[in-house]
């Protein structure tokens, strides 16, 4: 078995300090340290900070950040800031945005917006990971990469359409086997060329997102997206590899999130990380047994805890604030089933935007006597007596 890449457990996670004034840095540095937090994992939604034009690159702002961390001793977990568009990149070229099941087209919002199989998106996500390869990836407080985030979603554009039909002649080679493997003959459903298969859709072979006359169809199509996205985060940890030839690389699982074969992509990632989320009402054991299938992915070997909520959340029907010591209960959870980190989402609440009510380490109360903060320097003292002892390589 693999040992970890870390020399400690790394305490911390997200921080996005490019909302908030500089002054406001150093108040979290001073908090963050005082609770023994030594890791923030930073950049992974600044890709229209960084390009704010085509040929247009500005690290200024980055640079300032890493500036402070390494000031302050934290390790930096760096995301390459992938998984949303520039504005500008979708007004410019419109194929990098998905097509919906519906057949829509969308326009610039959300996040995870990016069409796995546009020229565009591929060109120039593996153009910005390479820079910022080139440019911290030679730091000692660079301990991981972070590419994407939370890869999931699908598209059904034309872009897609044509490559759905390369994946299947190379997994089929012949249209006899695939009409065979899918049963096409129900229905009158039998392709006479590749040019006919068309992308299971509202417009096509499915009834609703969940049933097609095809199932054959609708799996493949599945697997496809998921080969589509692993080949987004190859092209990108080549790019990282043309600048830094050690860095672990990872990027953020979702437990049992069924649209990615998991096992697959692990083989092609340095580390595994997943994000953990569970409800109110959530089984403990289920919670233990995804950690377990998360350790499980690369044969036994620890992975990190990249994100868990140190109260609330915000995007579930009921958000209910962890009782105390909860919090606590559930990092040790993770390190008894496999995790070497303990991290959040996130270290400061948000001031606007979609996420402002998610909880987060320091609060809107914006002061260091919160039950959280209280709870996280227990929490972070006792990770630093224990040293490596409960490390899991």
Partial sequence: MKRT????????????????????????????????????????????????????????TLDEIVHVLAQHHFHIVLATSTAALPAWMAKKYPDVERTDFYGRQHRFGERHNACPNSPTFQKYSARL????????????????????????????????????????????????????????????????DWDEIFPPNDLGDAIDERYTTLSGMSIDYRRFTSDSMLNNFISEKKAIRQFDRITPITTNFMGTYKNLDYFKWAEEIDIISWDSYPAYN?????????HDLMRGLKNGQPFMLMEQTPSQQNWQPYNAIKQPGQMRELSYQAIAHGAD?????????????????????????????????????????????????????
């Fill in 5 to 60: 890449p870390f020399k400690h457990f790394l305490f911390g996670g997200d921080w996005n300090p490019e909302q908030w004034p500089k002054e406001v840095w150093l108040q979290d540095m001073r908090i963050l340290t005082n609770v023994h937090m030594n890791e923030a994992t930073i950049n992974v939604f600044s890709w229209a900070q960084l390009q704010p034009g085509e040929n247009e690159y500005d690290f200024s």
């Fill in 129 to 192: 990971a390479g820079r910022l390869a080139k440019r911290y990836g030679h730091l000692d407080e660079v301990v991981c990469w972070h590419i994407s985030n939370e890869y999931g979603g699908s598209c059904y554009c034309d872009h897609c359409a044509q490559a759905f039909r390369i994946w299947l002649k190379n997994k089929y080679q012949s249209l006899e086997a695939l009409n065979e493997a899918w049963y096409t003959h129900f229905w009158g459903h039998t392709f006479y």
């Fill in 282 to 290: 959530t089984p403990i054991s289920l919670t233990a047994m995804k």
């Fill in 341 to 393: 980190t303990i991290q959040y989402f996130q270290l400061r609440q948000s001031r606007g935007g979609t996420e402002k009510f998610h909880s987060a380490i320091i609060s809107h109360a914006d002061h260091d006597q919160t039950r959280i903060l209280k709870e996280t320097a227990q929490l972070g003292q006792e990770l630093a007596a224990i040293g490596t002892q409960l490390m899991n390589g």
